[in-house]
Nanobody
């Protein structure tokens, strides 16, 4: 299993950013995918999740209405569209898949929201 995040960067408050996660090594469409984030000095938290078929989604209260998770099963890629970004969204963003009771993580991509 390999997960590779990309698309992070520096953005001003109120701006938008889309991060991507390219997956390989498993049947992508069969598994729910999740985005987590970890800010300095804080625990890793679940941000958004989407079922394998792409129908069911779940969001942390702090990002509801601002973030949107999506996936392209033909490209084995999951996305996180982040709008109306706030400084408190600053963190390393990780994608995750749980397969056969094992959690797999990418290397993470840094998102910094600052003026």
């Amino acid at each position: 299993v390999q997960l590779v995040e990309s698309g992070g960067g520096l953005v001003q408050p109120g701006g938008s950013l889309r991060v991507s996660c390219a997956a390989s090594g498993f049947t992508f469409s069969s598994y729910a995918m999740r985005w987590y984030r970890q800010a300095p000095g804080k625990e890793r938290e679940l941000v958004a999740a989407m079922g394998g078929a792409g129908g069911l989604t779940n969001y942390a209260d702090s990002v509801k209405g601002r973030f949107a998770i999506s996936r392209d099963n033909a490209k084995n890629t999951v996305y996180l569209q982040m709008n109306s970004l706030k400084p408190e969204d600053t963190a390393v963003y990780y994608c995750n898949v749980r397969r056969q009771l094992t959690d797999y993580w990418g290397q993470g991509t840094q998102v910094t929201v600052s003026s």
